[in-house]
């Protein structure tokens, strides 16, 4: 399991990342294409724990991917 993660802002400035989503869904995109470049199936999922992944990752927002 990959999980996708997103600073939202800047860590020295604090300033907010604009980009920093579609950064995340271009590297996802990638992700699924060389996996199937690979004979690979890649899918984002559901049905995990979002409240726990954020504790034991200290993210505010996941999103799982299985390879």
């Known amino acids: 399991m990959i999980f996708a993660i997103a600073r939202r802002k800047f860590q020295q400035s604090g300033q907010e990342n604009r980009h920093a989503l579609f950064d995340t869904g271009a590297a996802w995109m990638s992700l699924a ?13 559901a049905g995990f724990d979002v409240e726990k992944a954020h504790k034991i990752l200290g993210v505010p927002k996941v999103i799982a991917v299985s390879v």
Do not use: I, T
């Open 33 to 45: 294409l060389q996996a199937r470049k690979l004979g690979l199936y890649a899918h984002s999922m």
